[in-house]
């Protein structure tokens, strides 16, 4: 499928060639959802667990509940690594006692948010049940913290520059609460001008600050993913996609989001000049697993490893750590995790491939990799 909307997306990313990314980075900054988020819902709803705050979520890596949706570490968690940082700490320790070293690094975060401000849902009668710290949320928490990470402007101006600021993936929420609560695919496709806008005037923002690299993932195939593939999956073959079982037109709708949003990326670009603007194609790179599963080492590809059984092994009514979830005995095996997310083996994978592959743009500068994430070999294929 080759349309003449993608086909001019491709064009301008042809003729706008980025410069090649370069410098290291002495601190890592994540503003997102439940892909990044390592810890901040849990701790916001402390005394209270939630389901990420039980086992086996954190088993394999932590071998034990962080509040990550997954059984190790995530993307941001293997980047941050392999940029030879800290992982960096969740934002509710700082926020709620104050005694973390900001300098590295901050994560702020949080399962369930949104990339438009509530505000905006409320007026249209879309709710998210899990949290209304959005993009804009997390954006002013990081713009509050700055005196903490560098003092004065001018400081935070130098200090900035050799920062990396992780922006997203945003816009997963918003769309699955958005069809959740019955918007047609017209409106998702007004919602996703709106959601693209948001995080690249959050881009602008972060550059304006000072911040010198802004990484910016696309959406995931939300197709592909066990609790999709619960909900919107049927007995009409025709929906699936024969070589990965994964939902077309949901996959569609995620490729259409990351069409635009790298097309205002390019305009970012040339806004400005001097700072560096990675796209991270978490999209494509996850469908290398789904394409070749076995030639990276996964035998199971759609079903989650933490569920409830049926199909998918995902129950829309429990959460992988409430009862009565079971995990598979070989989570490195699993691409999915959960249902909405990937295994620690998975994102280590996806982290290699961001890293060594064709799946930033501009790449990576190898000279910034201190360590490399995966044990798989990555292969581009
Ligand atoms: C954290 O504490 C330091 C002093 O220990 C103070 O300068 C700073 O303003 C505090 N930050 C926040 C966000 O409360
Ligand atoms: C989000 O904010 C709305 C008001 O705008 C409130 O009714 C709702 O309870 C909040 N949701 C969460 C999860 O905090």
Redesign the pocket.
Known sequence: MFNSFQFIVFSIILFIIPQSASGCYTSIFVLGDSLSDNGNLLGFSAPKIIHQGRPPNGETYFHHPTGRCCDGRLIIDFLAQSFGLPIPPPYVG?KKA?NTDVHAGVNFAVAGARALDTAFYDDIGIIDPVTNDTLRVQLDWFK??L??ICGSKADCGNQLKTSLVVVGPFGGNDYRYALFQGTSMEERKLLAHLITNAVVSAVNELIELGVGTVMVPGLVPDGCLAVSLTYFGGSNMDIYDPSTGCIIWLNEFAEYHNGLLQMKLNMARERNPSATIIYADYYNAIMQLYHNPKKYGFRKTNAACCGDGGPYNYNKGVQCGDPPTTVCPDPSLYINWDGPHFTEAANRWVTSALLKGPYTIPHIDASCISEVASSRKFTKA
């Open positions: 700082i104050n509050e913290l005196p903490s």
